[in-house]
């Protein structure tokens, strides 16, 4: 068989050719391609791994800030508790304390109303003990009951132990002032002069006196002279019944303050 060089040399140049034409349009641009795919696929990659990264990161700070987040309320949480805790305290010494002002106010005030009402039932009975005690000296010995204190009273200096009267005439002797009596009614002339001779007798001495009229005396008469006294009154004969009288008080007014 011959062969034709001529045609095999042609198609040898053509196929070269194609394969250039090949190479030159078809191979490159796809392998271009490809390489560009290649390099946007690491690139989208490298960007997910970028974008990965910095997920995890702001994960990481999501987390922490949360944790910071937690913490801080927690000691907000807490501090709000103590203060409130704090604050309720405060509000429950001040109502007790105030329960306790109301309370002590309100027992000052029944205690003082206790002691007005022992007052005035004590000065009444004074008073009806007195007109009682006047009315019947007056009806069983025609004498006053004022006439019947300044018999008292003498009748007291005569009674005196040898101390006291030691003393008393110590004091008349050393004293630079005018002796007093005090007694709870005004004396009339006669009873003043009849103290006055019982005084001078009891102290050997004359004895000069001033008088005042003093009700809290309860009926009595009193002598002073630099700080020593000598007195007699019914007050001690009402001692008991005023003694009683605040018994019988202070009992309500205990039972209201415990109440």
């Known amino acids: ?40 696929i690491a690139d989208e ?8 990264e910095e997920a995890s990161k702001e994960r990481k700070d999501f987390q922490h800030k949360n944790e910071e987040f937690e913490t801080q309320r927690a000691d907000l949480l807490k501090e709000a508790t103590n203060e409130a805790n704090t604050e309720r305290k405060r509000l429950m010494d001040e109502a007790r304390k105030a329960a306790d002002d109301m309370s002590a106010k309100r027992r000052e005030t029944l ?29 069983l010995t025609g004498t006053s009951l004022e006439e019947r204190s300044c018999e008292a009273f003498i009748r007291r200096l005569g009674e ?3 101390t006291p009267k030691a003393q008393l005439t110590e004091s008349i002797k050393d004293s630079t002032e ?3 009596v005090r007694s709870a009614f ?8 009849a103290i006055q001779k019982a005084l001078n007798e009891a102290f050997s001495a004359d004895i000069q006196l001033r008088y005042e009229t003093a009700p809290d005396l309860v ?22 019944l005023e003694k009683g009288v605040a018994e019988l008080l202070k009992q309500p007014a205990k039972t209201e303050a415990t109440s």
């Open 160 to 162: 005196l132990d040898d």
């Open 111 to 139: 205690e003082k109303d206790s002691r007005n009402l022992n007052q005035s039932i004590a000065r009444r009975a004074q008073q009806e003990v007195f007109g009682i005690a006047r009315k019947t000296l007056l009806d």
């Open 45 to 52: 990659l490298a960007d997910a791994a970028t974008e990965k």
């Open 186 to 193: 005004d004396l009339p002339g006669e009873q003043r002069a």
């Open 1 to 40: 068989m011959l062969i034709d060089w001529f045609t095999v040399g042609a198609q040898v140049l053509n196929f070269t050719i194609l394969v250039w034409l090949m190479k030159r349009y078809l191979y490159h641009p796809i392998l271009k391609a490809i390489d560009a795919r290649e390099k946007r």
């Open 178 to 180: 005018t002796a007093l």
């Open 219 to 240: 009926s009595g008469i009193e002598f002073s002279t630099n700080g020593q006294k000598i007195a007699w009154s019914i007050a001690n004969y009402l001692t008991s």
